[in-house]
């Protein structure tokens, strides 16, 4: 299951109601990811995450296809914000049910490295010092081509 | 009329997100356009910066016709 939305979210409720949902699965990984207080020293009020949603909801729910084929997953989730965020929210939130652990772990640490470097989101964090628009980094494409 | 869209850094850069305007005669492809909107706007031209036509990334040059949406996409940063 995919879904972008601006509105947040609880963290511990969707992995509540995810394992819920894939009764059968002998193992459950998640992984939130979080509006970070401060960015390179500088401190962030706001991160804004502009997105494409024709694009972007199609390269998400392939990254999704995907790793379950991959990893023989028995179910997977992908929630991820778009719109104006504040520090502490939850920006992303991936959890991946299989028969064992090392899938799920797997699949989770896979689609976070593809979301990080192909998904069609845009972040620009906004601070005290002005704003700044954040790109993919050198470490995410070297995170995503451990996948080849 | 084609549509033109601009993501990310392009859109402060261009000060819009988003133009609707004719294809000039003879331009017909992702790189013509690119070539051809890169001349005022030359952050479009850098090769970091990928073309999707109609919410489809193009690999390499595409056809493109007026009624296209074409969007520019500076690198992602989803997660």
Redesign the interface.
């Known amino acids: 299951m995919i879904r972008i939305q601006s509105e947040s979210f609880d963290p511990g409720a969707e992995l509540a109601a995810f394992a819920e949902r894939s009764g059968g699965a002998g193992a459950i990984a998640s992984f939130t990811?979080l509006v970070r207080p401060d960015s390179k020293g500088a401190s962030v009020s706001t991160l804004e995450l502009?997105h494409?949603p024709?694009?972007t909801e199609?390269t998400?729910t392939a990254i999704g296809e995907s790793a379950r084929a991959r990893f023989g997953l028995v179910d997977l989730v992908i929630l991820?914000r778009h719109g104006k965020l504040e520090p502490g929210e939850p920006?992303?939130f991936v959890a991946a049910a299989a028969a064992h652990r090392r899938a799920a772990f797997d699949a989770v640490d896979h689609v976070?490295d593809r979301?990080?470097?192909?998904?069609?989101?845009?972040?620009?964090e906004l601070g005290p010092e002005g704003a700044r628009?954040?790109?993919?980094r050198d470490e995410d494409l070297k995170d995503r081509a451990r996948w080849a | 009329m084609a549509r033109f869209l601009f993501f990310g850094r392009l859109r402060d850069s261009l000060g819009t997100g988003a133009m609707d305007t004719a294809l000039p005669e003879g331009i017909g492809d992702t790189e013509g356009v690119r070539a051809w909107l890169g001349g005022d706007h030359p952050a479009l031209l850098d090769p970091s910066v990928r073309i999707a036509v109609n919410a489809e990334i193009s690999h390499g040059n595409a056809p493109i016709a007026d009624r296209d949406e074409i969007a520019f996409l500076p690198p992602m940063s989803g997660g």
């Open positions: 990811g502009e494409y024709a694009l199609k998400v991820h920006i992303v976070m979301l990080k470097t192909e998904a069609p989101f845009w972040k620009r628009w954040i790109e993919a």
